[in-house]
């Protein structure tokens, strides 16, 4: 459990400095363009209208839905289930660099990290190709694209975040070193690679992977439905699966802790991204209650630390409105909770989430604990220094928002 | 929320009042014979001793394996894994109602409700039957021999629990009626009857059986492990497992409260059993947000209410060593939280539950909070009143424990 915090009490909104670290890119037609060795270029995924106006991507002969497209930032609640299909029926922020910077500024973020959509979330669609060459090439100029051009463009404003070619542990390890080679201290992984049909999260077959993220202090980033599963059930309104996703992560988290992985890599640094954390007092009581009522069975041995200690050492939390998780921060570690905006899902509070985040921020929560769980702790765990480029001062709420006020911030801009 | 509690501060542990809402009985091999109708008297499971000396029950030619015997009471903890096969392994108060009273005074407890083992937690076995007039027979002598002699023999010192015949829900209808005539005011269900290969909880095929326990005032008891489904993970420690248990419950939990059964009917009543508590600020928050983002295109309507309003008015929670849930207690609902032992088994803190769970009262939990969570919502919530059997003086931690001096706790006794 984290000290007493001394800071003082009584931020105002315009003062917070927001790091989000879950947001959502929706790639652009064009982005293969400049990444692309000449070799590939015919074979690299296009963007290309259907018929009926709608935007697919096609790779290796196959149409690919563009899930990026259900972003509904802009869009009224009442229409968050409508059938979009193309570009031009989405909010540009979603998808141009621009825009999506302006979109950031509305809203008072000044940094983000950017999860894919169409490759999904561990660059499953690599995976599958048949020519696993064109597969790696792809990947690649994909984690070129993001690192280079999409956060590239403005230096300071976003956490880069590589996709992994999850069909081989010794490419995984390389893709590591290559992407840490320029900078980069995050990649994403499956919450749960059994569902994709490969090892779990305990085998020894991701140890080089595993390995490779150690020695370059990259932090794999496990976000929901990353395994490619949603929890549904038959016939339950939808609402069900709404409200269970976030507990993919519980399940992982659960795996993790006691898994052998934490003690092959000491170090390893695993964050759970919108899992929301909420549920974290109780797993952290769990997990330390199994501990000390089945160690002697199940011969779990931590040492002189509680599971509880250790989770605290490898996990990262992430919140967009956990009211109670806010409240109950002591038993979480305050040192453990970063901030996530979800731009553009529905579950983003834009272009108001500092009034989101700010209204869980009662009396009791000081200013330094706001600092740590808004951007100190995520530039701390993704070695991520956005004021090397941009003055404290002008990376406020207030500061960003009085650079934007042309935005307009219904409809698809 | 409820009102701030008035209760004054300072109870003693000596002057709890412990009831259980969830603990085991091992059915003793004797138990169907005070209770068989003649016609079926040879058919009934018959607990016999195989060639090592191991007991299992005998029904319709097969063998069915023992799983009481898994009973951990009076064993020490590195043993829980012990591959135990016969009664003469575990404690006779397991199985024997009279040694189960002395463990309930040794341990201070009044009152319990007590889950089946061999027929599983909703009869799963009965339902399983090829003849269905003999599973129907063989249930009700169940129920039978659980109402009449298990609880019976000691009035005020149980509250009866019955199992319904699920493969026909009309049924299960007059089974409720049949045991209501009786007193009963619980009934178990499936947590998810759909990995039972029934229709699901949201189901209209259900109907009488909800329909029935409405009229009835009878609760529908739901526990960890009524789907005859425990997580398990390919290679995980099985720590993973236990960690995960409890989360059977949430994901029940999220599909009762948007279920239309709430809607057919509004007075329905659910315990989720064993499902612990810790959880529940999270969950009651997370429907509430839920609703509040998504309902505009889910259409869900609870008037004016919220979420999560609605699930403390259906809902009953319950805790056997849940810290934090206490400490949260006003997110939860003081008023729909119960306790239980879980005796016979591992998370049981038997013989020493009233050291367990005070040491979770600090000053900040009034008497009359401790009395609501420990035996006045039970009472209210299951129609149970102990004390026109017992006087409230000699239903307390201390007068219990007094009248219990000769028994040995450690051992099978």
């Given at each position: 459990?984290?000290?007493r915090?001394?800071?003082?009490?009584?931020?105002?909104?315009?003062?917070?400095?927001?790091?989000s670290?879950d947001d959502?890119?929706?790639?652009?037609?064009?982005?293969?363009?400049?990444?692309t060795?000449?070799?590939?270029?015919?074979?690299m995924?296009k963007?290309i209208?259907?018929?009926?106006?709608?935007?697919v991507?096609?790779?290796?002969?196959?149409?690919?839905?563009?899930?990026?497209?259900?972003?509904?930032?802009g869009?009224?609640?009442?229409d968050?289930?409508?059938?979009?299909?193309?570009?031009?029926q989405?909010?540009?922020g979603t998808?141009?660099?621009?825009?999506?910077?302006?979109?950031?500024?509305?809203?008072?973020?000044?940094?983000s990290m950017?999860?894919?959509?169409?490759?999904?979330?561990?660059?499953?669609?690599f995976?599958?190709?048949?020519?696993?060459e064109l597969?790696?090439?792809?990947?690649?100029a994909?984690?070129?694209?993001?690192?280079?051009?999409?956060?590239?463009?403005y230096?300071?404003?976003?956490?880069?975040?590589?996709?992994?070619?999850?069909?081989?542990?010794?490419?995984m390890a390389?893709?590591?070193?290559?992407?840490?080679?320029?900078?980069?201290?995050?990649?994403?992984f499956?919450?749960?690679?059994?569902?994709?049909?490969?090892?779990?999260?305990h085998?020894?077959?991701?140890?080089?992977?595993?390995?490779?993220?150690?020695?370059?202090?990259?932090?794999?980033?496990?976000?929901?439905g990353?395994?490619?599963?949603?929890?549904?059930?038959?016939?339950?309104?939808?609402?069900?699966?709404?409200?269970?996703?976030?507990?993919n992560?519980?399940?992982t988290?659960?795996?993790?802790i006691?898994?052998p992985?934490?003690k092959?890599?000491?170090?390893?640094?695993?964050?759970?991204?919108?899992?929301g954390?909420?549920?974290?007092?109780?797993?952290?009581?769990?997990?330390d209650?199994?501990?000390?009522?089945?160690?002697?069975?199940?011969?779990?041995?931590?040492?002189?630390?509680?599971?509880?200690q250790?989770?605290?050492?490898?996990?990262?939390?992430?919140?967009i409105?956990?009211?109670y998780?806010i409240?109950a921060r002591?038993h979480i570690?305050?040192?453990n909770?970063?901030?996530?905006?979800?731009?553009?899902?529905?579950?983003?509070?834009?272009?108001?989430?500092?009034?989101?985040?700010?209204k869980?921020?009662d009396?009791?929560?000081?200013?330094?604990?706001i600092n740590k769980?808004?951007?100190?702790?995520?530039?701390?765990?993704?070695?991520?220094d956005?004021?090397?480029?941009?003055?404290?001062?002008?990376?406020?709420v207030?500061?960003l928002?009085?650079?934007?006020?042309?935005?307009?911030?219904?409809?698809?801009?």
């Amino acid at each position: 459990m984290a000290e007493r915090d001394e800071g003082t009490l009584g931020m105002l909104m315009d003062d917070l400095i927001l790091v989000s670290v879950d947001d959502h890119v929706v790639e652009p037609p064009d982005m293969f363009k400049n990444h692309t060795p000449a070799k590939w270029r015919d074979q690299m995924p296009k963007s290309i209208k259907g018929p009926a106006g709608n935007d697919v991507w096609v790779f290796e002969g196959n149409q690919i839905p563009n899930i990026g497209l259900n972003a509904v930032a802009g869009r009224p609640p009442e229409d968050y289930n409508m059938d979009v299909t193309s570009y031009d029926q989405i909010r540009r922020g979603t998808y141009d660099i621009h825009q999506r910077v302006r979109d950031m500024n509305v809203n008072g973020v000044l940094g983000s990290m950017c999860f894919p959509s169409f490759p999904q979330f561990t660059g499953q669609l690599f995976s599958r190709t048949q020519d696993k060459e064109l597969g790696l090439a792809a990947l690649r100029a994909y984690n070129d694209w993001h690192i280079d051009e999409w956060c590239g463009s403005y230096p300071g404003r976003f956490i880069p975040l590589a996709l992994p070619p999850i069909w081989d542990p010794e490419l995984m390890a390389a893709e590591v070193r290559r992407i840490a080679a320029k900078g980069v201290h995050a990649i994403t992984f499956s919450e749960d690679p059994t569902r994709l049909k490969y090892p779990s999260l305990h085998s020894e077959h991701w140890d080089p992977f595993y390995k490779a993220c150690v020695e370059n202090n990259v932090v794999i980033c496990l976000h929901i439905g990353s395994s490619s599963y949603i929890p549904t059930y038959e016939d339950a309104p939808f609402d069900v699966t709404i409200t269970m996703t976030p507990m993919n992560l519980f399940e992982t988290a659960a795996n993790l802790i006691w898994s052998p992985v934490l003690k092959r890599f000491p170090t390893i640094q695993f964050a759970l991204s919108e899992g929301g954390i909420g549920w974290l007092p109780y797993f952290l009581e769990r997990i330390d209650y199994v501990y000390e009522r089945h160690r002697f069975w199940t011969h779990q041995d931590f040492g002189d630390e509680l599971p509880s200690q250790r989770a605290r050492k490898h996990f990262t939390f992430c919140f967009i409105d956990d009211k109670y998780g806010i409240e109950a921060r002591k038993h979480i570690g305050v040192d453990n909770i970063t901030w996530e905006c979800d731009y553009p899902h529905s579950d983003s509070a834009w272009p108001t989430a500092p009034e989101a985040v700010m209204k869980h921020f009662d009396d009791s929560v000081t200013d330094s604990e706001i600092n740590k769980m808004t951007h100190l702790n995520a530039m701390r765990i993704f070695n991520y220094d956005p004021f090397k480029h941009i003055p404290r001062d002008q990376a406020t709420v207030g500061a960003l928002r009085a650079s934007a006020s042309d935005v307009t911030t219904s409809g698809i801009y």
